[in-house]
């Protein structure tokens, strides 16, 4: 089995086998060669990245032990806010502003010298699925730039796809992690909602977004899950991680392991996903799991629910964006209220604009028994389908999205079909159930196919072991590195 | 059924401005959008609570204290306009 960038590049510090300088301006110069076709970084910052990097070679020198995330060269979502580098989120609205404050998880993992690369690209504001909604347009597929990356962290995924990061930093607020993860043949951790802070993530839709990793295997997953979950006073909704640090019980057997199958999930799957995705079932026979179907009836409502009050909550969160305090603001105007549309009007790209719309309109007077409410109440049925569907199981397995990555310029087209794709992701969001996105085989045209190991709240450790002992039992078969980036 | 008119108000309410050649496209995006959401009607509502959040979250306080927050210059940094420490919207024709 392939070993982790992390682990491995880990190690090679330890081993002086590479300076962390060295590694570093191996990784820029890949950025520099692979970039034009992946369109995976929206901003390159070198300067910075070389000088944790001498931070972390004077450690080394002085002959003392590195974090396990020490020296890494990684990059974060362009949501995530760093302080005095440009944060966009990928939209005209916040051209050149400038955080004055770390997020949580980037303080933390700079406070153990992580090798920031720079900025990646996303659907703006997260809105989307294919990460073509970016002002500066989409990122491309490593394994075949013809196609979209995911979304909507479809730059982090791309980057580490294609070797041009050795992990990354994603949000997830209805697939935004696992999809680009399985679109690019590598893994992507929704966390459990509240167990890793959402302090300095710009915000689309607070009661679903999740910041979490992207990584090569899953033992990186866990690695980069421990170092950023915890708890965060600077985060009302802030729960911590619950038990051990994953990693010690990532290699524990599973014999007798319940995986819960349910029939929805396939739904409307291609054949190839499917066979794909009973293969892995097969996998986990053979390492004595009991694979257990059951009916998961309420999923059917899932997609209407997760657009409604995804959407209401961004229509509320988004009317901060006002050209006042930061970001872009339009030229001409008569008086302050011409001001705000206008730059909102120009600022914004046309998806936020409809899921603001759609937000505005199920919040508005006569529509909100309707919509919003009956939403927020079938939200609550289906909790509690997945509470008690893990009365019966130990962890779900379903597939994370119905299809392999799509052509360029087919998302775009029409709204609902691209929504129709996240509906394996979505109900995660919808209840804050943790999941984990891992390779598991590929379509007739060598396109990566994931799937998803779902746990119950504050699961991590069950999902990250199951998703481990499958990775380790099929081998190099479910992963091929791409043609881009560093070889070592 | 959503309407040109229901559009416009809704723009409205948004703080967007819908140019009138994109309105009849908007208004079938949002016809559709809405068209889609409302499968959710057709739900039972057979034993449906009321719902308040999920994992039964309590809000995560912290201690009332004074710490020191960021200084007013760092903050207006990222203005268009500023003036004596305050953010500014000047006339502009």
Sequence with gaps: MAEGMIKRLGSMLENKEISCTELTNTYLSAIESANGDLNAYIKVTPEAALDTAKAVDEKLARGEQLAPLEGIPMTLKDNISTKGIETTCCSKILEGYKPIYDATVWAELKKSNAVLLGKTNMDEFAMGSSCETSCFGGASNPHDIGRVAGGSSGGVASAVGGNIAAYGLGSDTGGSIRQPASFCGIVGLKPTYGSVSRYGLIAYASSFDQIGPITTTVEDASIVYDAISGYDAMDSTSQGRRGEPTVKTLKNDIKGMKIGVADEYLDGVSDEVRSVFEKACEVYRSLGAEIVRFKLPSLRYALPVYYILACAEASSNLGRYDGIRYGYRTANYKDVNEMVCKTRSEGFGAEVKRRILLGTYVLSAGYYDAYYKKAQNLRGSIVKAFKDAFETCDVILAPTVPMTAFKKGNAISDPIETYLTDICTVPVNIAGLPGVSIPCGFDGEGMPIGMQLIGDTFCESTILNAAWQYENAAGAEVFKPSAYGVKL | ?93
Excluded: C, W
């Design chain 2, 1 to 93: 059924m959503v309407t040109r008119e229901d559009v416009i108000n809704i723009a409205r309410l948004s703080k967007l401005y819908i140019a009138e050649e994109e309105l009849d496209e908007m208004t079938k995006a949002m016809g559709d959008i809405i068209k889609f959401a409302d499968t959710i009607n057709v739900a039972s509502e057979q034993g449906v609570e009321e719902f308040d959040n999920i994992n039964n979250l309590k809000n995560a306080f912290r201690e009332d204290v004074v710490v020191p927050s960021y200084e007013r210059d760092e903050i207006l940094k990222n203005a268009n306009d500023i003036d004596e420490g305050h953010f500014l919207v000047r006339k502009r024709v």
